[in-house]
């Protein structure tokens, strides 16, 4: 490589993202510029290399860096050092600031450092405010007070030069200092004025808002607070080097009763203890993180894989004891090397955190501050309404008042009998009524519990034991008490009750592999013999149990000719009536039958409807939302459902309604349903809130709130990957990515597509993968980083080519020309024209429109390659005909494009006379506010004046605002 090479390679590493893959580029180029002899680059590379491994979360290295280029200044000064001489001075900052952060390096060093620095300032006849501003560093960090104050003294005091830190840095200083003495209103007013000017520095706005977080939560600004937070974390969260302030972003959650937030943030970010930017920031973060974890109860975290380490999910407590011996063996290597107890003594503060009590919501997909996790209770029983993924849960009514949140009051004759009280207990299963169910048995419990009971009225305590197991989701033991009633019905001879038990057993042994072939058998001789023994209703249920049987094993035909069996009306039993309406709807819904299924979800809605059955009303709206074409039908129904859903019920409700308002257009009332439903997912512990959390970024991106769109994605990619769903974080990546596009980040998003390129490494990924490098190639390309743009279009047509895709491949080969056609790397771009060829003439033969359009633009980017290399005949000559293959498309835009680009070919060429009536064509069919109107008028005044016929060419510009020149 030569050493322009060497240069031009530094100049792209420079264009990098700060972080491990500048540093590892920044490693190889100084490996090859210590081979060659070029000082000038050598010392570029290595000033480079300062900034990047301070920035990159390595700054240990820059220690290095910094004293070659320093010692190489000092030993022979080259006329190329004065060039560098502010960067180098500016570097002494970064090396104080570091050297605090590394216990091992002793403190006179850093005095040393200092004092060197400030006798080069003097020198070059600087201002001494930055001096004074590291020292007043170098005081607080040891804890002595009153130096620290002298020195804030001469900070503030000192005049500001150019080698003052930027207008948002030393604010920021200021704040931290303010707030640390109590001076949190100070804080804000200085901050203000800071923060609605322009900061361009890498880091600002976010230190600032880091710094501002607990000032403004002081001072009663809690949305301000919250907004900091979320637009600090979200310019933060990539970077390595910004652990310590991910930390105070840590604290912060917990402090204002976020602690669920505060846990995410620790598990995305503990990993990164395994390699932090230095010993100080992995003290701060340990004592934050064991702070946050303290708060966690039982909760575990996903501990990534380290060398040495499984990856392993971790008990909160079992961590923050680990964090916390972390903190504090850290703190008390700082404390002896500064013979102090200043940093001790902080860390025991940041461990000490807890809520503040008053909670200030900061999340963008959980409302309200959840509880501790309990799991739900799950009914079931034997007759349930079917869910929508085809299983059955069989909830038996409301625990609630619809609408009041209040249990239901029950009241039970005080002499009722024992079998009064089963029989009620027994209807009231029938009705969904689950309060007068509990109650009843309650009742017969407390009142005959003990007694000596006749065989049938135990048995059918047993049945009734049956269905509260189910109720509590306790499938063997549901099995077990129907089993044992069985046996006691038997004894009884009571033939029917014997049939009914026996068809409820059935039912719940199909819900196995290992014991369906039992469950049918039962069920079905069960329902035979209530056709023959029982009256209507026990017929029609005996049936339905047949159903429920055979839809647990999907067999949904078979099903559905057992429902059929049924009497029509359930002997005048409207509650079973409903069901097996709703259960009909389900089966039909899963045979493909969709119009049926839609008349019998409405039939089943009506029923339950009339009931009042709040558990029957919301099952049948979710059944006929799931089956209608109008969007807004959908909602109409969620809206019903959410209106009687039990408490139980109204999460998949909610997603129903937002997957509903999300196809009707309403994305922005679809994101206050997913953010509830990612609510009662967390608080309810129950899974899929990952799952959840994908869809509402989703809506975030629809209506344009982007930053909440990338903070919901970044939580439902890390409970993705938790639960091993790589697919589907991957698709979420992809959206994260288009997401930073959206939001300008630029680095994150080509990042995030780099990695699912990585992940897409299969024969059967390789349409995806090339995918995915093409719009990391769109994306740099759309920001002018054509080199690295062309790069990633080479990529993605190597894929597209291994994949067979060749009309893609042509598509990734012409960007690639572009790109480098753009960034002027004209060998590179006649190579990729060159490639562009060979596969455009392999299709010339394909006549679809998408091969059309590829083919003519290809001509195009090759003619535009040719024309900077000055070979403007074979340019013209690629276009011909072009125009007219994209008009045949009504790609009327690229057709005027090609034509204005033929039309300079020919003034090159010296042909006027060919060039004005296709320019004067051209620029009449243009809108007059488009962008290639000025371009197109100033090469027809340019054809005008060769045809010489200046009139017509200054009228031209005149009219078009042109000069001669431009």
């Not at 039912?507 to 290992?514: G, I, M, P, Y």
């Not at 455009?840 to 001509?859: D, F, G, Q, S």
Request: proline share 4%.
């Amino acid at each position: 490589m030569s050493d322009e090479d060497l240069w031009r390679v530094l100049r792209g590493i420079a264009d990098m993202p700060y972080g491990a893959g500048q540093i590892a580029a920044l490693e190889q180029l100084l490996r090859r510029v210590d081979t060659a002899d070029d000082r000038h680059l050598a010392f570029v590379a290595r000033m480079q290399a300062t900034t990047g491994y301070v920035y990159g979360g390595e700054p240990a290295k820059s220690f290095v860096s910094f004293s070659w280029c320093l010692s190489e200044f000092d030993r022979d000064p080259q006329p190329y050092h004065q060039g560098h001489l502010h960067q180098l001075l500016w570097h002494f900052k970064y090396m104080v600031s570091g050297l605090l952060k590394f216990p091992e390096v002793p403190l006179d060093r850093t005095y040393a450092v200092l004092d060197d620095m400030e006798r080069r300032y003097r020198a070059g006849g600087h201002s001494l405010q930055t001096v004074h501003k590291h020292r007043f560093r170098v005081a607080d960090h040891v804890g002595d007070a009153e130096a620290a104050a002298h020195w804030y003294r001469l900070w503030q005091t000192t005049p500001r030069d150019d080698l003052s830190d930027c207008a948002g840095c030393d604010p920021t200083s200021q704040v931290g200092y303010l707030a640390e003495t109590g001076r949190d209103a100070e804080a804000v007013a200085l901050a203000e004025p800071v923060l609605a000017g322009r900061l361009t520095c890498t880091e600002q706005p976010q230190a600032i808002l880091t710094a501002l977080l607990l000032p403004y939560l002081r001072t009663g600004r809690g949305e301000a607070a919250r907004d900091a937070h979320r637009e600090a974390y979200r310019r933060l969260r990539g970077n390595l080097a910004d652990l310590w302030d991910i930390g105070d972003h840590i604290e912060f959650c917990t402090l204002t009763g976020n602690e669920g937030r505060a846990v995410e943030l620790v598990e995305r970010h503990l990993d990164w203890l395994d390699r932090p930017p230095s010993p100080a920031a992995a003290m701060h973060f340990a004592a934050t993180a064991a702070a946050a974890l303290r708060q966690a109860g039982t909760a575990t975290l996903y501990r990534r894989a380290a060398e040495g380490r499984p990856a392993a999910e971790v008990p909160a407590s079992a961590l923050a004891d680990e964090l916390t011996e972390t903190a504090t063996g850290l703190a008390a290597r700082f404390d002896t090397r500064n013979g102090t107890t200043c940093q001790s003594e902080w860390i025991g503060r940041r461990l000490a955190v807890r809520s503040s009590g008053e909670h200030l919501p900061l999340s963008a997909s959980v409302r309200r501050r959840p509880a501790r996790p309990v799991s739900p209770a799950r009914p079931a029983g034997d007759e349930p309404a079917a869910s929508q993924g085809g299983s059955s849960s069989g909830d038996r009514g409301e625990g609630v008042r619809a609408g009041t949140g209040e249990p239901p009051t029950v009241t039970l004759p005080a002499d009722a009998g024992p079998d009064d009280l089963l029989d009620l207990a027994e209807m009231s299963w029938g009705r969904h009524d689950r309060a007068t169910f509990r109650a009843a048995l309650v009742a017969f419990d407390d009142r005959f519990g003990a007694d000596d009971l006749p065989t049938r009225t135990a048995a059918h305590r047993l049945a009734l034991r049956a269905a509260e197991h189910g109720d509590e989701d306790d499938i063997a033991g549901a099995v077990e008490m129907n089993r044992a009633a069985l046996e006691l019905y038997r004894e009884a001879a009571d033939e029917v009750s014997i049939q009914v038990v026996a068809g409820r057993l059935g039912v719940l042994l199909t819900r196995s592999d290992e014991a369906a072939e039992e469950g049918l058998t039962l069920v079905r001789e069960a329902a035979e013999a209530l056709d023959r023994l029982g009256d209507d209703r026990q017929r029609a249920a005996g049936h339905d149990r047949v159903a429920l049987a055979l839809l647990h094993r999907e067999r949904w035909a078979d099903a559905l000719a057992a429902l059929d069996r049924a009497p029509a009306d359930a002997g005048g039993d409207q509650h079973l009536t409903a069901r097996i309406a709703l259960h009909r709807a389900h089966l039909l819904e899963q045979s493909d039958r969709a119009d049926e299924a839609r008349v019998a979800a409405g039939e089943a809605r009506r029923l339950a409807g009339e009931l009042g059955i709040g558990e029957l009303v919301t099952a049948a709206c979710l059944a006929y939302a799931r089956l209608v074409d109008d969007p807004a039908d959908a909602v109409d129904a969620c809206d019903e459902a959410l209106r009687s859903a039990p408490a139980e019920a109204e999460l998949p409700v909610r997603v129903a309604r937002a997957r509903a308002l999300l196809s009707a257009n309403r994305a922005a009332d679809a994101v206050d349903d997913f953010v509830e439903a990612v609510t009662l997912c967390v608080e309810r512990g129950a899974e899929g809130d990952a799952f959840l959390r994908w869809e509402l970024a989703n809506a975030y991106r629809m209506v344009g709130r982007l930053a909440e769109a990338a903070e919901v994605a970044e939580e439902a990619v890390l409970g993705l990957d938790r639960l091993g769903a790589q697919a589907e974080a991957d698709r979420c990546r992809h959206l994260l990515a288009g997401v930073y596009a959206g939001l300008g980040e630029i680095d994150p998003a080509v990042a995030l597509l780099e990695q699912l390129a990585e992940n897409l490494d299969g024969p059967d990924n390789l349409p995806h993968r090339a995918q995915v490098l093409e719009e990391a190639g769109g994306i740099l390309y759309d920001v002018d980083r054509d080199a690295v743009a062309a790069e990633r279009f080479a990529a993605a047509a190597t894929a597209y080519r291994l994949a067979d895709l060749r009309l893609d491949e042509l598509r990734a080969r012409r960007r690639e020309a572009y790109a480098w056609f753009w960034c002027d790397d004209r060998p590179a771009a006649l190579r990729a024209v060159e490639q562009v060829d060979e596969l455009a003439a392999t299709l010339a033969e394909m006549v679809e429109p998408a091969a059309t359009y590829e083919l003519a633009m290809a001509a195009e980017a090759g003619a535009r390659v040719l024309t900077v290399e000055d070979r403007p005949d074979e340019a013209l000559r690629r276009l011909a005909g072009v125009p007219d293959r994209l008009r045949s498309i009504e790609a009327f835009g690229e057709a005027a494009q090609v034509e204005i680009l033929a039309g300079e070919l020919l003034l090159r060429l010296d042909r006027p006379a060919e060039a004005e009536p296709l320019l004067r064509r051209v620029l009449g069919g243009l809108p007059a506010d488009s962008r290639p109107v000025r371009q197109t008028a100033w090469l027809l005044a340019r054809a005008l004046d060769l045809l010489d016929r200046p009139t017509e060419a200054a009228a031209l510009r005149a009219e078009h605002h042109l000069d001669e020149d431009h």
